[in-house]
């Protein structure tokens, strides 16, 4: 009995000890800063709801250092993260992402701060876009590039906010139009929201944003154009 009184207070002792230890750390300091990126150009996404995970692997790192760190991604393609100086590993999660899985693993190192880039392989990107405001209607005409052909188009879509976040899950109004309306991928395609069908709390405010989106066949991420100021007085 006494025995299992030292081992329990020797094992206790020694979770105190490296609690101390965990804690006696100095808190991280450096920043990693990029974005992800399609022949040099960001890839516009959900805000933060597509992540990348980073990892710092090695016996020498304590092991709350090398579980997967998380990095979300904004809706602009960038994202930053506060770290500790070291080496790192940096991959795409996968089924996460409007873009082709790939598996390869990005070697980043961090010496008070660093930038990279992430490429990605995207089904379609929004190009040429242009919304405006119309008479009646806030009007988006713009391109699609197909980029990798191993899956086909689903739908696009305009989608209107009161704020600069805007996308599938933050949006008061929106317009669609579906893959077997567009018969032609080389020509431009529209759509429109019409001011009329706001709701009131967007119909009394001097502007809004819209931004476009465009949904993949079997992948659940959107890929997204910027999102564009429209004045409505």
Request: overall charge positive; hydrophobic content about 40%; charged content about 15%.
């Amino acid at each position: 009995m006494k025995l299992n009184i030292y081992s329990y207070l020797t094992v206790l002792l020694a979770l105190v000890m490296a609690g101390c230890e965990y804690d006696n750390y100095e808190p991280p300091k450096a920043t990693l800063t990029g974005k992800v990126v399609y022949n040099g150009q960001p890839v516009g996404v959900r805000s933060n709801a597509v992540r990348l995970e980073l990892r710092q692997p090695g016996p020498e790192y304590p092991l709350w250092r090398t579980t997967p760190i998380n990095i979300n991604i904004a809706q602009d393609g960038t994202f930053s993260a506060v770290l500790f100086d070291g080496n790192y590993k940096l991959t795409r999660v996968r089924g996460n992402g409007p873009w082709v899985d790939q598996t390869d693993t990005i070697n980043v190192e961090v010496r008070g701060s660093a930038a990279v880039e992430v490429p990605v392989n995207p089904f379609f990107l929004i190009k040429d876009e242009q919304i405006k405001k119309g008479s009646t209607a806030i009007d988006a005409t713009f391109n699609l590039q197909h980029v990798n052909t191993t899956r086909q188009l689903e739908r696009v879509n305009l989608y209107v906010s009161g704020t600069t976040i805007v996308d599938a899950n933050n949006q008061t109004a929106s317009a669609q139009k579906v893959a077997s309306a567009i018969t032609n991928l080389n020509q431009p395609v529209t759509l429109s929201v019409n001011i009329s069908s706001l709701p009131a709390a967007l119909a009394g405010k001097q502007y809004v944003f819209a931004r476009i989106g465009v949904k993949t066949v079997g992948i659940q991420e959107l890929a997204y154009s910027a999102p564009v100021k429209i004045m409505l007085k």
